[in-house]
């Protein structure tokens, strides 16, 4: 059985945005290590070509993942306009997340099955 919430993100970066975006990714973990409290697990990986990246997120409810996006809310936002981006939230999204995310481009997904 899974528990939390999970995120995925994707984002493919814009013509040298990938220098831009180290810079960034390394003060956003350490804005992460600093405030957050309720984030499990938080992994940023990059392709072979240095091209896209992806996020994976795990926090403990909706609301540890409302209060990550606000802790981090300016540097993320940095981060993510060097490149486009897509995201995946997986688990009991609550209302108010989905609402925040109104217009972004983030799907939601509710556990169908598990083992």
């Known amino acids: 059985m899974s528990s939390g919430v999970r995120g995925m993100a994707r984002l493919t970066f814009h013509e040298g945005g990938r220098e831009e975006f180290e ?28 091209s896209e990246v992806v996020f994976l997120e795990h926090f403990e409810d909706s609301d540890a993942l409302i209060e990550h996006n606000g802790n981090v809310a300016e540097v993320l936002q940095a981060a993510l306009a060097t490149g486009t981006v897509t995201a995946a939230v997986f688990g009991p999204a609550s209302a108010e997340l989905k609402a925040m995310s109104a217009g972004a481009p983030v799907r939601f997904y509710t556990l169908l099955r598990s083992l």
């Open 23 to 50: 810079r960034l990714s390394t003060q956003l973990v350490e804005e992460m290590r600093e405030k957050d409290t309720r984030t499990l697990s938080y992994e940023i990986y990059i392709d072979d070509e240095g």
